[in-house]
């Protein structure tokens, strides 16, 4: 659609000092929604000439700092100076981890007293794993993480994915036949929550590669970059912007 695309606001793993969090921004029409928040959104934002107070809604991925952190700049900010509440779109497993186990200790006491997410954001809880936002139709799925903790990745329009943070996802090229993967990759030789290189060179096929970019990446990336170029579609790059 010609007035929606999704800008890769970050690109960066949680360590990193020269990416931001991996995360995006969907522009529909007018309204610009985060697909996750981090710790670095303001800096990320700035890099793109986008405010807090711009941001009409957010979707969150799973509770980890690099994608949820920024929440309570955004809450704080968009409740106490600019007066306004975006929206918050939350698989329902996510509600409790979210507030009570994370924001909670920082947002539940403010000068108003005690408060709750919702005199923050105006939280929707995600039906049948989709929601619709103007001509973008969001879809999500569960994603294999953190063992028990919910996570999520989305795939907008049925042309885009973000696996955010993941393992190999089984059955991914029939999941998602066609279109563009930005699909987590850590460059260590083992981890245990997300997919290293070798995993996804071996896990997945030539084809299916070939539709990936590479993000959640390390500082480490450059000397990875030609082995990725060869092997998948390509590093993803912070900045890129894809029409949906
Ligand atoms: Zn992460
Ligand atoms: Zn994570």
Redesign the pocket.
Known sequence: MENTYLTLIGTG??ESLRYW??GALVRIDTQHVLI?C?FTIKYALRDIDISLQKIDAVFIT?V????VHGLERLGFESRYVYNRRPILYLEEDLYSPLWDKCLAGSMGNTSCGSSRIEDFFDVRIIENHTFTIGDCIFRTFPTPHTVGKPSYGVVLNERVMLT??TNLITDLDQSFPNGIIFH?CCLQAENPV?ATLSELIEGYSLALRKRMFLV?YGDEIDFYRALIRREFCGVATQGQVISL
Not at 64 to 67: I, L, N, Q, R, V
């Open positions: 793993n949680a969090n991996t996750d981090g799973h980890h700092g690099d994608h955010s943070d987590d997300h959640h």
